[in-house]
């Protein structure tokens, strides 16, 4: 069959795999520390518009301004993640997060300023941007700097030699070719992973979702098939959102303080407190149970201006929110219903992805890490994934000093290309939309989706798991009819793999550490004594099994 097949062999220094805010910021600094080198990004999309920042962002929501230190920045995400974070990990991104912001803006990301030409705050550690054209002014860096573009090539799989990553494999998008990329080293940018769950919205809208769609979770499941150790799976990413819409809520409540009431007018989260994010969200859901909904944010106390300011700041990152109120003919200082959304995995906002050090190296050798899909440092957005890029790319440099280009024996080759393009023999079998659905039907009814309620427990997590073995199975059924649909059939086996790896890690944290996002009704409560620590797993692929391990807390001295 390989025969037939056509195949590009490409040698590089670092590869980087996924475009997005990491990728982009390593390339550059890559190319900036050592001109000489040779420096590729492979995308699955385009750069141009590709991942998370594809329809742009508003705000930048990891900046120290004034009053605030890294000291400071960590001890708020602690708190915010329930006293288990990396320390050392937050802490190292704290450190950059001012100095990149400065480095973008100098690329043409237009900062909004004050008379005195200070950044204007949103919060705390949160300023104003003109952001729609966010991932263009980023791309144009990357390829300014001479950094190699592929284009619309999906990774498949690591190349690993001795132990040691040394390239990927990669599938053409719309030429249907086989890559073969050797490399020094690699970065794993990939962002997180959308689709495992059963969306807010169906039919024709299902991708109307919080986290981009096209993030299905690759990164993570080439690591795990692989042998990486990851970190984080269970406290999954569950987004307060404006209702339908699924538009940012952080835009209103700290753009414009707009306060959270329930339908009789309730300021309800004054009963909580100080709420971290997951509260916020456990408060909603709370209300809704008790009778108390729908939940809305509040604009009515909005000027015309303000209102005016709002839809502006909604064209920079969901124009999909100015459109509904024109549609509605309402204006924004109408209250907007919230609602949370479907679980997510993705280490930006949580703490979901590879077990990394300071320097964003994996458990593997030659293999960093870097933004959504590196573990253990929760709300790092989008300056904390161009910090980690950063750091992995500084590292990946020193590690390539000396090493020799490898790759893979034509029998190891052979066997990935019969694994990747295996969907096109199958002449009756699944299509990867059924299987999706199926995925998607499985983890929302067993492991926690928004139609269950968010809420886990002992026996159905173990009904998950049975499922999820049987669904692998049926994975071997996919068929594709083209080179698009060969591409949705590895998306969804990737996904598969990832939910397998979450399910184990929800199953073995027997306590309820963030509520909403790991709800164990079994265990409801927070149990620091036994559970302070890290659940951290590794693929066996001789057995077909997860080994899960404990890691203690890492905190950093004063």
Same mark, same amino acid.
């Given at each position: 069959m390989s025969d037939k097949i056509s195949k590009v062999v490409i040698d590089t220094d670092l590869l980087?795999?996924?475009? =997005?805010? &990491? =990728?982009?910021?390593a390339a550059v600094v890559a190319k900036e520390t050592n001109p000489s080198i040779d420096v590729t990004i492979m995308e699955k999309a385009h750069i141009e518009r590709s991942g998370c920042l594809a329809a742009g962002i508003n705000a930048i929501n990891a900046y120290l301004n004034p009053g605030e230190t890294s000291e400071t920045f960590l001890e708020y995400v602690k708190k915010d993640s329930s006293g288990l974070v990396r320390d050392d990990l937050v802490y190292t991104i704290a450190e950059g997060l001012n100095e990149v912001t400065r480095k973008v803006e100098s690329w043409g990301l237009p900062i909004l300023k004050d008379e005195e030409g200070n950044y204007v705050a949103r919060g705390k550690r949160s300023i104003r941007i003109n952001g729609e054209r966010f991932k263009p002014i980023i791309a144009r860096a990357a390829l300014q700097s001479g950094t190699r573009i592929l284009n619309r090539v999906a990774a498949t799989n690591y190349i690993v030699v001795d132990n040691r990553v040394v390239g990927a494999y990669g599938l053409g998008v719309r030429d249907g070719k086989f890559y073969i990329i050797r490399a020094k080293g690699v970065i794993c940018a990939t962002g997180? &992973?959308?689709?495992?769950? +059963?969306p807010n919205n169906d039919g024709s809208a299902s991708h109307k979702m919080w986290y981009s769609p096209f993030n299905t979770g690759t990164g993570y499941a080439m690591g795990i098939r692989a042998g990486a150790e990851m970190t984080g799976f269970e406290m999954r990413f569950i987004a307060l959102r404006v209702k339908d819409t699924i538009a940012p809520t952080g835009t209103l409540a700290q753009g414009v303080s707009a306060p959270q009431i329930n339908a009789k =007018?309730?300021?309800? @989260? #004054? +009963?909580?407190?100080?709420?971290?994010?997951? #509260? +916020? @969200? #456990?408060?909603?859901l709370e209300e809704n149970q008790a009778g108390r909904g729908p939940c809305y944010l509040d604009t009515s106390h909005l000027t015309p201006q303000q209102a005016n300011s709002l839809k502006e700041a909604y064209l920079n990152m969901c124009p999909g929110m100015v459109l509904a109120w024109a549609d509605y003919g309402v204006e924004p200082n109408k209250p907007l219903e919230i609602g949370g959304s479907e679980p997510y995995i993705v280490g930006g906002h949580t703490q979901s992805g590879y077990w990394v050090d300071i320097h964003r190296r994996t458990t593997l050798a030659g293999l960093y890490a870097a933004g959504d899909v590196a573990g253990g440092s929760p709300k790092k957005y989008v300056t904390g994934c161009f910090v980690e890029g950063k750091l992995a790319a500084q590292a990946a440099l020193e590690y390539i000093k000396g090493v020799e280009l490898t790759g893979p024996s034509p029998e190891e080759a052979e066997m990935e290309i019969r694994r990747v393009f295996a969907p096109l023999r199958v002449e009756q079998g699944f299509l990867p939309t059924e299987l999706e659905e199926a995925l998607q039907k499985l983890m929302d009814e067993y492991a926690g989706g928004i139609g269950s309620g968010y809420l886990l427990n002992e026996e159905k997590l173990l009904i998950a798991r049975e499922k999820l073995v049987a669904l692998k199975e049926q994975a071997h059924q996919l068929t594709a009819r083209d080179s698009h649909d060969l591409v949705l059939a590895?998306?969804?086996?990737d996904r598969i793999d990832v939910a397998r790896v979450l399910v184990e890690h929800l199953l073995h944290r027997k306590e309820t550490r963030w509520p909403c996002y790991q709800t164990r009704t079994d265990f409801p409560q927070r149990d620091d004594e036994n559970w302070l620590k890290f659940v951290n797993s590794v693929y066996d692929p001789v057995n077909d099994g997860i080994r899960m391990v404990e890691r203690e807390l890492i905190v950093l001295s004063s």
């Open positions: 980087i795999i996924g475009g =997005g805010a &990491a =990728g982009c910021y997180g &992973a959308a689709g495992i769950y +059963r =007018g309730e300021k309800y @989260l #004054q +009963r909580w407190g100080k709420a971290t994010t997951p #509260q +916020r @969200l #456990q408060a909603t590895h998306e969804v086996i």
